[in-house]
């Protein structure tokens, strides 16, 4: 399975921009880009995926590098109810998770 | 809420009971997972159904019996469970296919 490079924490002001790297530099052509948070005392929650083009939805936006090496996911606005570990995952022809370390978003009043 | 129900929500138990852990959904999905988060590790995946076949075991000890009677029902039969196998445990469901997985609340487990 292809691996995921996260930062291990990032910190964020309540309705800003958030900004989650996430590199995969031996990510293959048919690899989708998966990004799923688990916020305390639950389990993890589907964020968002993607395959080559950026991708936006209710609850964030996935912009992924032309060379698919890296991809970001952005919240467009924090809130408290973001604060969470955000995971990215990638899979190929498979529905098996496998989940790192991710990252641990903290976010201030 | 996701629509994936677990219980109990917590479990203790001896290293010599047998208990079982129970996960429901009536999302109409076909596929079902459980996973285990130990504390400061990653998840990692026990057991994938799909149409109530076992499609992956993931080198669990035979001391985890995964069970899945429907589509709508998943158990984790545990029995001489050690200290080591406390961790919450997750259940998951999906259309099998899709890539979006669905998690219950989780088992917190102590065994004791």
């Known amino acids: 399975d292809a691996k995921t490079t996260q930062p291990n924490s990032m910190e964020s002001n309540e309705e800003e921009p958030v900004h989650l790297p996430c590199n995969h530099s031996?990510?293959?052509?048919?690899?989708?880009i998966h990004w799923y948070r688990q916020l305390p005392s639950q389990g993890p929650e589907y964020v968002i995926h993607?395959?080559?083009s950026n991708v936006n939805n209710r609850m964030a936006s996935l912009a992924i590098a032309e060379d698919r090496k890296s991809s970001t996911l952005i919240l467009h606005r924090a809130t408290l109810r973001d604060a969470a570990v955000y995971y990215c995952?990638?899979?190929?022809?498979?529905?098996?998770?496998?989940f790192g370390t991710g990252t641990r978003l903290q976010v201030f009043p | 809420e996701t629509g994936v129900t677990q219980t109990p929500r917590h479990l203790v138990m001896g290293m010599t009971n047998k208990k079982s852990l129970k996960c429901e959904q009536h999302?109409?999905?076909?596929?079902m997972y459980w996973y285990k988060q130990s504390a400061k590790k990653p998840l990692e995946l026990m057991f994938v159904?799909?149409?109530?076949?076992?499609?992956e075991n993931n080198s669990v000890p035979s001391r985890f019996s995964p069970e899945c009677p429907n589509s709508s029902h998943l158990f984790l039969h545990l029995h001489t469970l050690q200290p080591e196998d406390s961790a919450l445990y997750l259940c998951?469901?999906?259309?099998?296919?899709?890539?979006?997985?669905?998690f219950g609340p989780g088992t917190r487990l102590t065994v004791t």
């Open positions: 998951a469901s999906t259309i099998s296919g899709s890539y979006e997985q669905y």
């Open positions: 031996t990510i293959s052509g048919t690899d989708y």
């Open positions: 993607g395959l080559t």
């Open positions: 995952i990638l899979t190929g022809n498979t529905d098996k998770l496998i």
């Open positions: 999302l109409g999905h076909n596929a």
């Open positions: 159904y799909n149409f109530k076949e076992q499609t």
